[in-house]
């Protein structure tokens, strides 16, 4: 029979994939490999680190039958070490802070974990931090056993046995160029020292979000105050043990917008589903390799799973919210679905029949200045007060006339998956677009709908 102990025993050993289609689009012409660590069990590369660090503590007799394994972590490590520890029979608490998404906080808590999580904004040091807090409930749980993979040396110890010789295998030692995170800084500080001592030239470099401290504490020797982003599981606001800058040639800083950006891409264009670190570190990778020739052989680490980002960088509505949404991608339908003011599918309108009277009280009551007419679900003119009210100076008796006497050319009618471009072009010269889906109008957009995109 052909069959595995146990899950642990399919940790690690991930393969390396090689990007094809944004490389080809983008004239690189080195060889760029993805190290799939989204294909662990846990689905990132931290389940390396948990089962190194657990083994450890048992080996020292730090961790005993029946223990609690207490760690502040951004999921990953948190998922990695629950793997070891549904296995192996112990208890779990993490901790995370409010960053992380709810996917990886439900999924800790399927595999068995209880969860504490603290705010991201608090500061290290401060009794809510969630490393602080992590120490807290580690000293107050007997029997327990707090990793800590910020320091623990079991961390890239684990790259340093595993990954690295993976990579120098699997590319026949060719390697010339490694590109990772710094999170603990396990994953580049192990498999960078692997890599450098088999081969001194390999470069290692780092890609990191602006906002954390990596870049300029590594080119400056001073620690920043970090400033925050969205992307998960990277970056840092004071150094750790694990992260050994003396191993990392070079630090690129990437914005939010091109991490997901790239995830995105890389989940479109190449098949790879993975989180926006990756995003960060794919952004890295293209950047080193654009200026390398054909012998160059680029490695980068996918480290988890788009899975965990479902409801953040991977939706339309989310990237939308946090303004970082590409414009081609913004239709009419999301613009409409996602709209601060009003309920999404309602359409304030009035028919050819109303009076002007009942028109003007509408858009007084909606707090609008203009209003298609509407009949059978089609447009047949609109209204905008100040040209009502310029006629009403006129002739007050227009007030009982039907809205058809005083109304003006409908407004631009488009379909539903019409782009931000087209909608914008249009709303140049008219105050409104009309949306329309299966031939019915659905939905209205205003200048200040598309302005409240651009806050
Ligand atoms: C999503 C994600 N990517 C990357 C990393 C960075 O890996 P490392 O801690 O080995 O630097 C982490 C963890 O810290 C992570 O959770």
Redesign the pocket.
């Given at each position: 029979m052909k069959f595995y102990d146990d899950i642990l025993a399919l940790i690690g050993k991930t393969p390396l994939v090689r990007i094809n289609n944004i490389t080809k689009q983008q004239k690189i012409k080195a060889q760029v490999f993805a190290k799939m660590e989204s294909l662990n069990p846990g689905y990132?590369?931290?389940d390396r680190?948990g089962i190194s660090m657990i083994t450890w503590a048992e080996e020292k007799g730090v961790l005993k039958k029946g223990g609690t394994i207490i760690e502040a972590?951004?999921?990953?490590?948190g998922i990695g070490l629950a793997l070891v520890a549904a296995v192996r029979g112990y208890k779990c608490i993490f901790i995370l802070t409010d960053k992380v998404s709810v996917e990886k906080n439900r999924y800790l808590k399927a595999l068995g974990a209880d969860i504490v999580v603290c705010p991201a904004a608090a500061k290290p040091g401060t009794p809510d931090h969630y490393v602080a807090t992590a120490k807290r409930i580690s000293e107050e749980t007997p029997n327990s056993f707090y990793p800590d993979?910020y320091n623990h040396p079991a961390?890239p110890a684990a790259?340093y046995r595993t990954t690295g010789p993976e990579i120098w295998e699997d590319t026949e030692g060719k390697i010339t160029h490694f590109v990772?995170?710094?999170?603990?800084?396990?994953?580049?500080?192990?498999t960078g020292r692997y890599l450098k001592e088999m081969n001194p030239n390999i470069k290692v470099i780092g890609a990191d979000p602006y906002g954390s401290i990596f870049k300029p504490y590594k080119e400056s020797g001073r620690v920043p105050e970090a400033t925050p982003y969205l992307v998960?599981?990277?970056g840092q606001s004071l150094p750790t043990g694990?992260?050994d800058l003396n191993i990392i040639d070079e630090i690129i800083n990437i914005t939010d917008r091109e991490s997901f950006e790239m995830a995105r891409q890389l989940s479109r264009r190449e098949g790879i589903f993975c989180?926006?670190?990756?995003g960060t570190?794919f952004a890295g990778a293209l950047k080193v390799a654009k200026d390398l020739d054909e012998d160059a052989i680029v490695v980068f680490?996918v480290?988890?799973t788009g899975e965990?980002y479902l409801t953040k960088f991977h939706s339309d509505e989310w990237m939308k919210e946090k303004l970082l949404l590409e414009p081609q991608r913004i239709s009419a339908a999301l613009i409409m679905e996602t709209k601060d003011s009003g309920a999404p599918g309602e359409i304030i309108f009035v028919a050819p029949t109303d009076t002007v009277a009942a028109a003007l009280e509408k858009m007084n009551e909606s707090g609008v200045t203009q209003l298609p007419v509407l009949e059978d679900h089609h447009s047949v003119g609109s209204l905008r007060e100040s040209r009502v009210l310029a006629k009403l100076l006129q002739n007050r008796d227009l007030l009982e006339s039907p809205v058809s006497v005083v109304m003006d050319e409908s407004f631009p009618v488009l379909e539903v998956d019409a782009n931000l471009g087209e909608i914008k072009r249009r709303l140049q010269k008219q105050p409104a677009v009309l949306i329309e889906d299966f031939k019915r109008i659905t939905g209205i957009i205003t200048r200040s709908d598309v302005l409240d995109l651009q806050r």
């Open positions: 990132s590369v931290k680190i972590t951004s999921g990953n490590t993979q961390n790259h990772a995170s710094i999170g603990t800084g396990g994953t580049i500080s192990g998960e599981g990277i694990n992260a989180g926006g670190s990756t570190i680490t480290c988890d965990h």
